[in-house]
Structures are given as C-alpha cells and as structure tokens.
C-alpha cells in the first residue's frame, strides 16, 4: 500500500472520520421490470445475483454480483430482445471514500451498447479488495482484452482467463496502481541522468 | 594484420548483444519457416502518428505478428481530473485527444449537463454543432495529410495544411487560442462569435468543396494510390464489432453506425446528412468514408450556418452559469456567487452519467462519477483510438511490412487519445 498524499491531507484515519453518508438521491428509481428487458432477462435467470438497479437521467443500470459476470454479459448479448453486441467502454470505480463498511472496494463497469436498437445498458460488478479478481470478458467481446488491461494497470484487479494480462500504460516495473484513490497524486521523484532507473 | 582485423571485427560482433526496445536494433530467430526477424518500430518513428511502438515479427517482408505498445503519452490525465473542479476538469478534456478537442469538450459538457440536469440554450446547441463540424473537418484534413505523407503523395500536406490552418484562425478569432480553447463548457459556451466571425466562417464554407474536389483530383482516382490502398488491412464488419470499432474505421466495414445520427445530441436530428459506408473494410474504404464525411460535415456546415438561432449562449441555471458582468457591478450576492462558482465550483448530485459523442475518430464518451463533492470523484475518458488501435494487428497480420504504414494512417489514431 501507498503512503497517502500529504499535500490532499488524506490519511487512513481522515478517510475513516469523513464517513461519507451515501445517501441515495431522491432523482434514483429502481429499474422496473416491464420497462427493462435486460433488468428482466437478468432477474428470469440470475435473481440472487442482483445487489441493485438503478435509473438515473435515463441511464440504466444493474449492479451484479461478480460470480456470474461472463454468463450475465453474453445473456446480454446474445439475447434477442437486448442484443448488447457493442462493448462501448469498461472501466472501474474504488469506492474507498464512498462505501460503507460491508461493501465491497471496486466496481467494474461495462457499458454496453446495442447496434440494433441503439440502446445504452451498464453493467457493474462489485469486486473486493482482499479478492481483487474477476472473470474476462474477452470471450463475449473480444475488445475487452485491452480495456481489461488497462483496468488491471490502474487499479491492480486481476482478470481470470485473461490472455496477456500485463500492464499496459504503466511502464513494466511500475509499482502501485495510480487510480485507486489512496495512490498519491504527485511525490513521484523526477527522473534526471542521475538518478534514472535503467528500464530496458 | 589481417587476424588483427579479423579478431577486431569478430570481437565487435561479440559485443553487440541485440536488445529489443533501444532504437532500431534488430533481434534474428532462425525457425521452419526462414528466419523471423523482430523489428521495432517507434515511438519515434514518424508514420506512426506520436508515440506508438510496434514490435513486428517479420518473415521476409511478411508481418507475422505485430504487438503495439503504448502508454509512452500516459500523463494520467484522469486521475488529474478527478483532483480538479469540474469547470477546471474541462480544459484537461482539450489535451487528450488534441485534434478534436471542441468535441472533447462537448462530450464532457454533455455529462455534467447530464448529471446535473442542466438545458442548454438553443443558440448554444447551434454553435456547438457548427463547432463540432469545424472541428471534424480540421482533423481528417489533417488526418488527410498525413495519410498521403506515410504513403508517398507528399503534395496534399501543403494543401490540407493550409485548409486547417483557416480554421485554426476561426478558433483565434473566437476565444484567442488555435488549438486548446476549452470553448464549450457546461452550460453552454463561454461566449458569443465575435463580430464578423459568421461572415469569415461562409467564406470557408463557401471555397470548401472546391478545395475538397481538388483533393480527389489528387488522390482519390490515382491508380497509383487506389493499388496501393485496396485490399490491404481488411477487416470483417463482425470483427470491427466485436473488437470495438468506432468511427470511419468501422464505416468502412459497412457498418453504418454514426452516432450522430443513432443517438442524435445537440440538434443533428435538424440537418440532412448521410453517413457514408464502405464495403470492402480496406483501408481504401476507409479512405473513401473520410473524404465523403468531410463533403458531409460541409453539407451540415451549409445548412447550419443559415439560421443560427438568437438568444444567449450560456443557460441561465445559475448552478453553472455565472452571473451576467452587468450584475456584478450592483448586487453583492451577484459577485460572491461569481466568485463561488469559479473557486469552489458547482456540486452535482450523487450519481452518475455518460454522455458520448461522434468524434472525428469514432466514439469519444465520458463517464463522470459523482460523489457530491465539487471534483468529479472518477472520470474516464473512451478514446475511440484506444479500441482502434487494439484492432491493428488483426488488420497487419499476413501482410507486408510497408502496409503496416498506410493501415496505421487509415485508423487515423491520436496517441493523446490512447495513453490519456
């Protein structure tokens, strides 16, 4: 672990007193099931799976247990009725000033998109910090590859299956994983002749 | 003498230990096959449009595999933000994708807007639009440039050049700077078209398709070009799919996926435009799309200009606008609500949202996660670059090594786009 950032002022204890109330806006809906045909395909077959639902300004969203993610993802996908072909983006969220105690750390979200129906839907697998892990997804869509990667880089989740998982941004030898929210931003030593390391 | 010589040279090979990744050096592997060279190429190599870092295996001439490397641009640019307000956030969004940065811009705005609930006012949206389309041509003319560059057809660069070059001067006129203007914000824009900005921006508008023609004159039906283009980095519209395609480099599978038109923002639902598709999914379709968008953006350009609307150009939810200067000199509470929103910033609700846009490249998105607070608590940036690059070596693979160049050029990658 990184020493946190003495300039934010943020240290363990700072972070535990903030004890950020998480409070679910008013403006959040649960999703509905004749509305939504991903919510109801997910809940037809993965119900104990759902932790919760969401619809914010006309986004949808479902937030899943990470056990089933690859069956859920191309259930999506190769359902008619949802058809989520596209792969938009992948990304993840520490939750660490945000969560509350028996939650888990990260999240990682699919956006997914429908090439026939034009149709945004996300999808988000709550992961912990103790078993930062969670299947690929580049069976479903082969792009994941990457963005896996670069999530696997920023955040250190592991992908299970992967088939190159290496950092990918980060040079090699890089240590930490800068997006999570305890990495420090700056206090990085400047590298001159004098002190560089040797990469290659 | 001669074994001095001798001994010298075979001492010299000795000492030559070939590593990857130290400028050209080049590593041998004898195989069944013939031998399989590795070669490097990049991130200073200039067809590969910054930084980007190929390590090709090669047989002969054949590209056996090719593996990009990147992050040689990587400034964390998200991780930036999320430790900026939201209103300083947005002049990051001008430095990733730097030859599309007004459709950066509205991308971001767009999900503020979003997580905020804010309306934008009609003259705003107009203004967005023409900007957006501006800006489109800007970058594939460039991206048109260079292309020709990498594959031998010098001339065009001194042409296109001097076509983005006018509109780089629309963008001084407007806000003062040529590249970064940070110009659409949320809310709206930062401010009004000077005065003779309209008659300047017809005057483009109206010399455009001439230019444009000459292009094609040019290149487009030149057999040398046309061989040299057709057939080569050809992928399936399932593949482009499947590996996340966005933009003319999707279009040119024969998919017709514009968001634009798909999911219109900011009014393209008004204008008549066509989205143009290739068949082949070579490069030369590839090709063929962008100088079709550019004859496209025109067409939207013509009809856009015609009737701006009038009215303000900043919504007038003071959440994100500031007060009118006006104000400032009269009502005390005006001036410490100026000063709040530029220090402190503005606070959206806790959520979150994504707002996407067609960039010149494809799919340009923005996800904003908000925790409440000022700053946005997570940001990511989906570069459209990113997903075409990761496609290259399945459009390199099994051909020659010198068409590694021209498919490079035709997925028109930003490398601040890709690394963020």
Known sequence: MVDFDVRLGLTPTDLQLREIQVKRPDEWVELNPDDSPEFRLIQQQFAGDIITSRLFRDEKTIVVKKDNIVAICRLLRDSSETNYNYLSDMTCVDRLEFMSDDEDRFEIVYHLYSMGTFGRFRVKARVSEDDAAIDTVEGVWPCANWLEREIYDMFGIRFNNHTDLRRILMPDDWVGHPLRRDFPLGGEEVEFTHNVRDRH | ?420
């Open chain 2, 1 to 420: 003498m001669a074994t001095i010589e001798r001994d010298l040279q075979e001492q010299a090979q000795q000492q030559y230990t070939p590593k990857l990744g130290q400028g050209v050096d080049i590593e041998r592997v004898d195989t069944d096959d013939g031998e399989v060279m590795i070669v490097n190429m990049g991130p200073q190599h200039p067809s590969t449009h910054g930084v980007l870092r190929l390590v090709v295996e090669l047989n002969g001439e054949n590209v056996m595999k090719a593996t990009p490397h990147i992050g040689y641009l990587h400034t964390g640019l998200e991780k930036t933000m999320e430790n900026m307000t939201y209103y300083k956030a947005l002049t990051i969004t001008d430095r990733e994708d730097y030859l599309s940065n007004l459709m950066n811009n509205l991308a971001y705005s767009m999900a503020v807007e979003k997580l905020m609930d804010i309306e934008v006012p009609p003259r705003a949206q107009r203004l967005r639009l023409i900007l957006n389309e501006f800006e489109r041509i800007a970058s594939h003319l460039l991206w048109l440039g260079t292309h020709a560059l990498d594959i031998g057809a010098m001339t065009l660069f001194f042409y296109t050049w001097r076509e983005r070059d006018a509109i780089l001067d629309l963008k001084e006129m407007m806000s003062g700077v040529r590249m970064m203007t940070s110009w659409i914000c949320p809310g709206g824009l930062r401010g009004d078209m000077p005065e003779g900005w309209f008659y300047k921006a017809q005057k483009f508008v109206d010399a455009f398709p001439k230019r444009l023609d000459e292009y094609n004159r040019l290149v487009s039906k030149n057999p040398i070009w046309v061989e040299r283009l057709s057939g080569i980095g050809v992928i399936s519209a399932e593949d482009a799919i499947a590996w996340g395609l966005s933009g003319p480099s999707l279009r040119g599978s024969g998919v017709a996926w514009d968001i634009r038109k798909a999911n219109p923002y900011t009014g393209y639902e008004q204008f008549d435009f066509d989205i143009p598709v290739g068949k082949n999914g070579d490069v030369y379709d590839r090709f063929l799309c962008r100088m079709e968008e550019l004859r496209q953006s025109h067409r939207i350009l013509v009809q856009a200009l015609k009737d701006v609307p009038g009215g303000p150009v900043m919504t007038s939810d003071r959440k994100v606008a500031p007060p009118p200067r006006a104000e400032l000199d009269t009502s005390m509470e005006s001036l410490i609500h100026h000063f709040k929103i530029f220090t402190e910033g503005y606070h959206p609700p806790i959520g979150e949202a994504y707002a996407a846009v067609e960039s010149a490249r494809g799919e340009k998105g923005y996800y904003i996660y908000s925790d409440g607070s000022n700053k946005p608590y997570r940001v990511k940036i989906k570069g459209p670059s990113f997903n075409n690059l990761q496609a290259l070596p399945k459009m390199a693979e099994g051909r020659m090594i010198a068409d590694v160049v021209a498919i490079i050029g035709s997925i028109d990658i930003v490398l601040g786009d890709i690394d963020r």
